[in-house]
């Protein structure tokens, strides 16, 4: 996930959208078919030092502008002006955003699959297993221990299916020009765009540069997804307390140490998903606030989203590994669990849990 | 929305939740038919002064806690012990919750209803004239003016469908009990839970207390519909301002005017909406610091969640029948809007924009 | 503080404004002394339904200009041009908000001094106690238990200092006129701010219309303020937990039951205090975003700031009275503080947690 | 501010404070003088690759615990012991972000003052100069141009030296050991933080590791300072556009050109501290969220502050450079200042703007 958000990874996939527009153009007539395999080829070559472009793209305020001046500058000089022909900054940024978000689903996809498979395990062999529950931090009833688990379940797929939809709806090419009229193309425009976009394999649609609904769905279905792991988590490090130990996180070497107390086990997984969980909240503002954009194309807004949903993306792809890892080793201490339910004198009545978690799996089944 | 969201509205519907509740247990055999008219019947009757309850409930750190209490106190002794029968404070309030946010998106669809088919017949008729688009707050390139208000559309519209199918999705009874575990029903709790949905109007579920992902979506729904609308307020005071007088916001008799300045025509639909945009991604990020809540029931969280929810249907709610108002009458200056494109010098071919609009049009036109 | 922040509060401050600016005016011969006295005796005497101004108030999209009529209807037609002589509706606003920040906190300070005073008494009493530290949710080393309770002292009067000292220096006048330049005045509205800013027992300043720092900082040091009173509600509701039970809330009549559980006492203080700080950082972030304010009087920030500051004084108050009664009445239960310390087997050495202690309320005693 | 906020750094100022810490303990007599010097000699000399221990520390769940293990493999095995010798983890991480604390608002010293200078000439050069003001995106009165760029100064500096008093009050050594007692230094825990805030040139105080009042004002401070800087901006860029001309950016080579539009200057600068200023208040939530510490040591919370905080200050020092360098070639179009104003028809009456300047001037140079 590091990778894919790395400045490396954003120029490959600007060099990409280039050498993608040019052949989509030339396939449309909009610009001569040699031209334009000179560009997809010299974008395919191109090699430029991340740290030089970031710097670059800081000072200009846009990374599109000295990755087409060098595109431009390895090309013949009757070739340079069918660059980024059509396009703006704005086209390249977001349209490597999206492709950007659509490879992160697909590597937080293989985590989310390890940990609903994992709950979904530890809530069917629990189901009836009785354990007492807690309700504002106090010994409440006696509730089926795989209740517990299910919930947990319950809210990370529900939290999944929503950014992945989210995704699928919006991941999608950006693609207007300069006014998000897209001028020049004789009326090829959106033909264009429809090559440009299965050339990139995102979805087609019509011009967004000022519409931000997206990219803060995307952003705030992230920090959904971050909080539904962090109640995991939650559970996991209350649950975990010296003086309850119906749970651990499972031994992982190298982690949960102290520097200093070497009695310690820490619940390090809980902790990076409960930090994430700190952050998450306050990025997803920061994803609204840019709603509300200036005219055709805004100022500030739109051009603060790309490393805020970087950072989304960066947490929850920390968070969802670390809590499969939890998931698949989580060390279950029974005769504690046995142990606090009696010291309840709650009795273990645990209601209609089990039928709870067969619901509950039966719909994440289906899905 | 101040009235659904007001004290009486939230302790009428608590009463009605009781009344429901006793019904629905009675109907599947669980406390006794007579008993449940009773309680019905004293739900639907009992009179309870706003201001008083709502310092017991803030006192009691819940509404049910006071609410029960007066209403066991208005039956007979023998009945007292059915009312709330198998329920938990939490079942009310997140019952009621619910009820609120499914009869306030009833309330916000007029208006969403009016915004989208104003803006539809302005895209249309505008969708070919040339005005100057403007970029990072500099004149651009030309556009159509109807594309400018298609993208409004676009925008408001994508919002206004991900809050309804959030709340469609989520608008769910809260039905658990103490430990979300539906005990004391002799296996009848998911029947009870399917009655009492039926007669309150909202979906069924399994129990959801710990699990926060639902109300966090509609909460970011409603912080991406305020946005989607504040871009569109975001635009006009641009447009509106002196030198550029391509818009105005309609006159409205008493709105508008300044305290000091006669001359003055201000953007006060625009500033509702704006201010609406400056609160709402805050009160988003507080919704989804609730999501890593504490064990069966968490303490602080969802407590939290009630008051946040109403703060951005009412921003929702101001906001859009405000710009509404503003869609319904927008003032347009073709004089000025020609004006401005000639001293911009940069021609008028408004490239694809009839096409955009046409698309964007037919699309929302399915939805 | 929630009469405080009511609008019969915000009509009174109002209205007492325009009196004061009458003859601070008066005083320095901007208008003639006898209008002054006839506008005075008006504002006084003026009664305004607060339903009705409220709802004029939205519509015009700011109090003063409904407020600002119907004081001038209910004066000679002579004197009514006098009424709000050179001001602008933000005066007003901004002059109110700041009579309630002055007066908000002269009602939190009695609560700050009681949870100082109490928990400075607990932690000199058990400065040496020796108790469990937990690091991370788990058991560490030794620490005196009064350390604790210093720690917390500490927080919420470092919190308390600063929101002190913040509103000491910002709350200050409003007082500019339409642009910010106080025209109008002949070279005396220097002067005349001053005896406003007297007469409302406020700090003079030049004007601020545009300039928000002082009310973001008042923000922020509220939001602080909140987080700090958490961190004791925090820590006691840990404590709290039935397998600790080192210290409890005090029972208080009415609050901490259950609706469902009568063996339950629920941590109902700690769980307000918690509440409010899951809301308070995202009303701090809206008060942060109207800061880059347009021009000399911005759309849509500044008029944000009022429901949002009022959210912060209304969160903190409850919070504070909660957590001062709390720390008044905390049940202690050396008992199992000592099982609790010796079970963890980490013996008892506390290290210099007596020095450390004295040196946090030597500190707090000087301030 | 990169460079300073690196890994690289990070794992230089952690060795820094394990050398110092081990001269300290040496000097108190808490470990041998000769096994003090041969872990300052190590410290000095270990050369860590920033990527490994980077991926370690994320492994760990923290940065210590593999830095400290290093560190001890390389002194002899006697010495190891003594290594980090009653430190924790947090007491590393907490001093070495204060480290950077300090060190940061050094580095925006230069910047602030190179802003304030540069508006401080423009506000006396033009105080005078009569100008439209604008309320509400509206015209509304002449104001004397100098005092915009006076008000800008004010809330920049008031900013400023806010953060530079969080920084001076807060910018402490955290040393407490593992439970925030100083255990195990007979006594001479207190001497030997003194030592080691001298040699690290920060602030001694009782140990704060549950208590994050200090981070979260400081990250509040920068909040506001990017705000600050954000008014400026947005007025830049809204008299800016080209139907008003009043001011623009300098022209700097490279930046504000456009990737499509020969003809374009984007305000990009504007732009930089635009895009600071829809992150800072989400961030701020953030530091505010971690608050409510658990126990001695929390978990997820402080292990949050440390990125978060240093997005702002990047934010503020990529921020402030920026608008330093606008503030020092402000474009000043008199004509169309002149011309804007004379449209207005509202006469040139500036009120008291030069003696508000003055005010202002004379504040801001006596601070």
Redesign the interface.
Same mark, same amino acid.
Request: a positive charge; charged letters at 15%.
């Given at each position: 996930m590091l990778a894919l958000f790395s400045d490396a990874s954003v120029i490959a996939l600007a060099l990409g959208f280039e050498g993608a527009l040019a052949r989509a153009e030339a396939a449309e007539g909009v610009i001569p078919e040699a031209m334009a395999e000179i560009i997809a080829t010299a974008s395919a070559n191109l090699v430029l030092v991340p740290e030089e472009l970031a710097e670059?793209a800081?000072?200009?305020?846009?990374l599109? !502008?000295?990755l087409?001046k060098s595109l431009r500058d390895t090309v013949p000089e009757d070739v340079a002006s069918f660059v980024?022909f %059509?396009?703006?900054?704005q086209d390249?940024a977001d349209t490597v955003l999206m492709c950007q978000v659509k490879r992160a689903i697909s590597l937080l996809a293989a985590d989310h699959g390890r940990i609903v498979k994992a709950l979904g395990v530890l809530a069917e062999r629990h189901a009836a297993t009785p354990a007492i529950? /807690?309700?504002?931090?106090?010994?409440?009833?006696? !509730?089926?221990l795989g &209740?517990?688990f299910a919930?947990w379940l319950? =809210?990370i797929d529900? *939290?999944w299916h929503?950014l992945a939809n989210e995704s699928e709806k919006n991941a999608k090419i950006a693609f207007g020009?300069?006014?998000?009229?897209? *001028?020049?193309?004789d009326?090829k425009?959106?033909a264009v765009a429809k090559r440009l976009a299965e050339a990139l394999n995102l979805a087609v649609g019509?011009?967004?540069?000022?519409?931000?609904?997206?990219t @803060? @769905?995307i952003g705030?279905?992230l920090?959904?997804l !971050? %909080?539904?792991l962090?109640?995991m988590? /939650?559970?996991i490090?209350?649950?975990?307390?010296?003086? $309850?130990g119906e749970v651990r996180e499972p031994t992982i070497a190298? /982690?949960?140490?102290?520097?200093?107390?070497a009695?310690?086990?820490?619940?390090?997984g809980?902790? !990076? *998903?409960?930090?994430?969980?700190?952050?998450?909240? %306050?990025?997803? *503002?920061?994803m &609204?606030?840019?709603?509300?954009?200036?005219?055709? /194309?805004?100022? %500030? =807004?739109w051009?603060?989203e790309g490393?805020?949903l970087a950072d989304l993306f960066l947490l929850a792809s920390?968070s969802i590994a670390v809590m499969a890892d939890v998931a698949e080793g989580l060390d279950i201490n029974e005769a504690a669990i046995a142990h606090?339910l009696s010291?309840?004198r709650?009795g273990d009545? $645990?209601?209609?849990?089990q039928? $709870?978690v067969e619901? $509950?799996l039966s719909f994440h089944r289906k899905e």
């Open positions: 670059a800081a000072h200009a305020g846009t599109a !502008i000295p087409v980024h %059509g396009a703006t900054s390249v529950g /807690r309700t504002l931090l106090q010994d409440a009833l006696p !509730i089926g &209740l517990r919930q319950a =809210g529900n *939290a929503r020009g300069p006014a998000g009229t897209r *001028a020049g193309f009326g425009g959106a019509v011009p967004w540069h000022g519409r931000r609904t997206g @803060a @769905a705030a279905a920090g959904i !971050i %909080g539904a962090a109640k988590a /939650r559970d490090s209350l649950l975990a307390q010296n003086a $309850i190298g /982690r949960g140490g102290s520097s200093a107390m009695h310690k086990r820490n619940p390090t809980c902790q !990076i *998903a409960l930090a994430a969980a700190h952050r998450a909240p %306050g990025l997803v *503002a920061a &609204l606030a840019s709603l509300p954009a200036e005219e055709e /194309r805004g100022l %500030g =807004g051009q603060a490393p805020v920390g606090n010291a309840a709650l009545d $645990i209601g209609e849990s039928t $709870i619901a $509950i």
